[in-house]
Every structure is written in C-alpha cells, then in structure tokens.
C-alpha cells in the first residue's frame, strides 16, 4: 500500500512537471527566424515579457516591453484581433504569459523558441 501511494505522488508530479514546459494549446512554438519574417507582416505584435531591466539591456524592434507580472493589468494594450509573438530570455516566461493570455480569450499566440536566447 505504501508503494502505491509512493507511485500516485511522482505521478502526480511528472504530472504537474510536465504540464508547466509543455506549450499552451492554442500556442503556435515558433523559431527567432521566424519570428523575424513575421515582422514584415502587417497586424502582429511583438511583445517582451521580460522585466524592463533585461529589456533594457537587449531588445529587437519591434518589440513592445510588457513584463509578465504586468502582462494580465496591461493586457488590453494588446489587440485581440491581431498575431502576438510573446517573447522571454529563454522561452519558459513567455510559455507562461502565452497560457495567460490565451485564458483571457486571445486565440492569435505565437511563442518564440529559446527566446532571445537563439536571436541572430
């Protein structure tokens, strides 16, 4: 009995592990390459969660600077109707402000891979 309560616990964490890196559904991954192409393109946001000081320090244009703590007061800087490419230092904030916006109805996301860990 004690075994199976062992096995139910890492379940329930490999679980709830998996589920915090996997991407929001609804939530197109997309690489720093592409992402860039996406920037010739007409109704497309670009947007860094990241906080002001690591956006201050390295950013692309066109990207707008909206921290992830921030990212549910200020959500309505953002237009619903239009793409949103959501990026972080690494990709596992902007996997997390992806799933937050996609709770608030917004259906157009777009993660990029890596973050600006992989911009060229």
Same mark, same amino acid.
């Given at each position: 009995?004690?075994?199976?309560?062992?096995?139910i616990i890492i379940i329930g964490i490999?679980?709830?592990? !998996?589920? &915090?890196?996997? #991407? !929001?559904? $609804?939530?197109? +991954?997309?690489?720093?390459?592409?992402?860039?192409?996406?920037?010739?393109?007409? =109704?497309?946001?670009?947007? /860094?969660? &990241?906080? #002001? $000081?690591?956006? @201050? !320090?390295?950013? &692309? *244009?066109?990207?707008? =600077?909206? #921290?992830?703590? /921030? %990212?549910? @007061?200020r959500s309505d800087e953002i237009n619903r109707e239009d793409r949103v490419v %959501?990026?972080?230092? +690494? $990709?596992? @904030?902007?996997?997390?402000? !992806? *799933?937050?916006? &996609? *709770?608030? $109805?917004?259906? =157009?996301?777009? =993660?990029?891979?890596?973050?600006?860990?992989?911009?060229?």
């Amino acid at each position: 009995m004690e075994s199976l309560i062992q096995w139910i616990i890492i379940i329930g964490i490999a679980i709830f592990v !998996a589920k &915090r890196f996997m #991407p !929001a559904k $609804g939530v197109e +991954s997309i690489t720093s390459q592409e992402a860039q192409k996406l920037m010739k393109e007409k =109704n497309v946001q670009f947007i /860094d969660v &990241r906080t #002001p $000081g690591e956006f @201050r !320090a390295n950013h &692309r *244009k066109p990207f707008k =600077n909206i #921290p992830l703590s /921030d %990212l549910v @007061r200020r959500s309505d800087e953002i237009n619903r109707e239009d793409r949103v490419v %959501l990026v972080c230092q +690494s $990709g596992m @904030r902007s996997t997390k402000a !992806a *799933k937050l916006l &996609r *709770k608030q $109805g917004f259906k =157009n996301l777009y =993660n990029v891979k890596g973050g600006m860990g992989t911009w060229v």
